[in-house]
C-alpha cells in the first residue's frame, strides 16, 4: 500500500523554525500535523498539491525523486530532508496529484530497491526560494521536466503547460515502433498500454516501412498517463522504441478480429478472409532479451527506468507498469500466462501450395528473417511444413513477417508448433526428399555475431534490396535476369555511392517474395553470388 501512518510534524517544525514555509495549511489540520486522523489506508487529510514523501533512502538523488511525479505531470517544486529520510514533492496542479497519490495507493513506488511512501501533505504549497542547497533540486526539476514536456509535445498534442490533460482530447493513441529489431504483435502492446486503463480496441498497420498501431482508451486520462510514461521508451533493450502521440481520431472502428486488429468489446467479429485469427500459439512468449529501459539518460544523467518488479529491478516511475511481463529463469521475456516451456524455435507453416513449394524454397524465405536450420513437409499433408530457427527469436520475427503473406497464389498461415525440434528422418525411412538439414548451410544471414543484416530485417515488399553486384553487371543485365524469370520489372536503380547494391521494384508483394526464393544467391559470375532482401525505400 503507498499510504502508511506517519507524521510531518517532527520535521516541519524543524523547517517551519528556519528558513522556509508552507503557506495555507488547511484549517483542519493547521497544527501541523498531518496525520493525527489517520485511519487505515485513507489518506489523512484532504487533497493538496503538495505531496509528503516518506522512507526515502538517504542517497537518492533530487532527481529520482522528480521522476516519480513527472508522469502525472509537471513537478513544480521539490524540497528534500535528507536527514529525516523525508521529502516534499508540489505537483503544477492538484488533479495531478491525486492521480499519482490514486496511483502510488494501489502500487508502491520503489527507488533504489526500497518502497517509498506518498500521502497528501496539509500544505497547499512550498515556498523555497530562501533556503540553501536548492540549486540541486531546481536543476534536476528543470532537467527532468524538459525532458517530458518534450515527450508531451509530440504532434502538437493538446497537453497544457502544467502536464494535465487538456478538455476534449481524445482517447485514441498513435503507436509507431522504430527500429524494429525483435517482433511486435497486438498481443505486446496490449500487455504493456492495459496497464494504464482500459483497452478497447487495437488497429495494426505498417506505413511508410514502419510497425504502426491505433490503440484506444477507455478514457482520455488513460492515454494521456500511457503517453507520457511510455513515449521514448524501449520494449526491448535498445531497441523497438516506442513513438506515442495522440491521434486526431477520437473512435476506432474495427471490422475484424484477427492478429492485425482487435475489438476487445466485440468478440462476435469475424476474422476476415486472408486474414486468421490468432491462434492462442501465436501468443508464445518472445525470446527477446531485456526489459522496457529508456534510452535517454536525461540531461543530468538521470531518466526514469521502468523494469519488472518480477526481477527485483529498479523502478523509478510507474511501478508495476509492465505488470503482466515476467522474466523467465532463462533471462528471456515472457508473456503473462506462458511458461518458458513455450518458447519454441519450431514454426507451422500451413495452407500451402503443394504443388509449388519445396524445403529449399521455405529455407530460403525464412532465412530473410533468422538461420534456418530444418525444414520438413509433412508428408501425408504436403500443404503444411515445419521450420525450425536458430533459436525463439528468430522464430517470432519470421512468423510476425510472413504470417498473411501470399506465397504460390495462397495465404500462409505462420503460427509456433508445439514440437521442439524437427525430426530428421530415420535411415531407410521413405521422405522424398521432404526433409532437408540445413544447419551447416553457407547461406545463413545471422551466423556472424553483431551482424548487419540485423538491422536490415524489413517486411515483404515490392521492392528488393540487392547486394554483392560485381562491377560488370549492367542494370539492363539485373533488369533482364528478373523479367526473364517472369517477373514484372517496374523500376530500377543503383546506389549512387556504391554500385555493388541496387534497388528493384517488382509488380506485387508476392512477385518480390517469388524472385527472392528464385534468385537469392544467382551466381553472377566473378565468384560474385547476388544477395536479396526486402528493401525498406522504395524508388
Known amino acids: 500500500m503507498g499510504l502508511e501512518k506517519g507524521s510531518e510534524k517532527p520535521l516541519l517544525s524543524a523547517v517551519l523554525s528556519g528558513r522556509t514555509t508552507m503557506s495555507n495549511p488547511t484549517p483542519s489540520t493547521a497544527n501541523g500535523n498531518d496525520s493525527r486522523h489517520f485511519k487505515g489506508d485513507r489518506s489523512p487529510c484532504g487533497p493538496s498539491r503538495v505531496l509528503h514523501v516518506r522512507k526515502v533512502p538517504i542517497e537518492v538523488s533530487e532527481a529520482e525523486l522528480v521522476s516519480l511525479g513527472v508522469p502525472f505531470g509537471r513537478v513544480s517544486n521539490l524540497l528534500m530532508l535528507k ?118 480496441k487495437i488497429i495494426t498497420f505498417t506505413k511508410n516501412n514502419q510497425f504502426q498501431a491505433l490503440l484506444q482508451y477507455s478514457d482520455p486520462m488513460n492515454a494521456h498517463h500511457a503517453k507520457v510514461t511510455l513515449d521514448g521508451q524501449n520494449i526491448y533493450n535498445a531497441c523497438c522504441t516506442l513513438r506515442v502521440e495522440f491521434s486526431k481520431l477520437t473512435s476506432l472502428n474495427v471490422k475484424y478480429n484477427n492478429d492485425k486488429s482487435r475489438d476487445f468489446t466485440r468478440l462476435d467479429l469475424p476474422s476476415g478472409d486472408g486474414q486468421p485469427s490468432m491462434d492462442p500459439a501465436m501468443t508464445a512468449a518472445f525470446g527477446a532479451p531485456g526489459i522496457i529501459s529508456s534510452p535517454y539518460a536525461g540531461a543530468a544523467g538521470f531518466g526514469p527506468a521502468i523494469g519488472f518488479p518480477q526481477a527485483g529491478l529498479s523502478m523509478h516511475t510507474m511501478p508495476g507498469a509492465l505488470g503482466p511481463l515476467s522474466m523467465a529463469p532463462s533471462g528471456r521475456m515472457t508473456l503473462h500466462g506462458m511458461g518458458p516451456g513455450a518458447v519454441h524455435s519450431v514454426l507451422l507453416v500451413s495452407n500451402l501450395n503443394p504443388d509449388s513449394i519445396s524445403p529449399h524454397g521455405l529455407f530460403i524465405l525464412f532465412g530473410v528473417y533468422g538461420d534456418v536450420h530444418r525444414v520438413k513437409i509433412l508428408f501425408n499433408k504436403k500443404e503444411n511444413a515445419l521450420i525450425q530457427m536458430a533459436d525463439a527469436t528468430q522464430a517470432q520475427l519470421a512468423m510476425s513477417h510472413l504470417n498473411g503473406q501470399r506465397l504460390h497464389g495462397k495465404v500462409i498461415r505462420v503460427t509456433i508448433s508445439k514440437h521442439q525440434t524437427v525430426q530428421l528422418p530415420r535411415e531407410g525411412q521413405e521422405d522424398q526428399g521432404l526433409t532437408k538439414d540445413f544447419s551447416g548451410s553457407p547461406l545463413h544471414r545471422f551466423k556472424k555475431p553483431g551482424s548487419k543484416n540485423f538491422q536490415n530485417i524489413f517486411p515483404p515488399s515490392a521492392t528488393l534490396h540487392l547486394s554483392n553486384i560485381p562491377p560488370s553487371i549492367t542494370d539492363d543485365i539485373l533488369k533482364d535476369l528478373f523479367a526473364g524469370t517472369g517477373y514484372t520489372v517496374k523500376a530500377f536503380k543503383f546506389f549512387q555511392k556504391d554500385r555493388k547494391m541496387a534497388l528493384i521494384q517488382l509488380g506485387s508483394v508476392e512477385e518480390a517474395i517469388q524472385a527472392l526464393i528464385d534468385l537469392h544467391n544467382h551466381d553472377l559470375g566473378e565468384n560474385h553470388h547476388l544477395r536479396v532482401s526486402f528493401s525498406k525505400s522504395t524508388i
Not at 515556498?127 to 518534450?150: E, F, I, W, Y
Not at 481524445?170 to 511486435?184: A, G, H, M, Q
Open 83 to 200: 536527514g529525516k529520510n523525508q521529502a516534499f514533492i508540489e505537483m503544477a496542479s492538484e488533479e495531478a496529484a491525486i492521480t499519482m497519490v490514486n496511483y502510488y495507493t494501489t502500487a508502491t513506488p520503489h527507488v533504489r530497491n526500497q518502497p517509498v511512501y506518498i500521502q497528501y501533505s496539509n500544505h497547499r504549497e512550498l515556498k523555497t526560494d530562501n533556503l540553501p542547497n536548492q540549486g540541486r533540486a531546481q536543476a534536476a526539476l528543470q532537467a527532468v521536466n524538459a525532458v517530458h514536456s518534450g515527450n508531451m509535445t509530440l504532434g502538437g498534442t493538446a497537453s497544457g503547460g502544467d502536464g494535465t490533460l487538456m478538455p476534449g482530447q481524445s482517447p485514441v493513441l498513435r503507436i509507431i515502433v522504430e527500429n524494429l529489431f525483435y517482433p511486435v504483435s497486438l498481443e505486446v502492446l496490449h500487455q504493456i498500454f492495459s496497464k494504464f486503463g482500459t483497452v478497447l
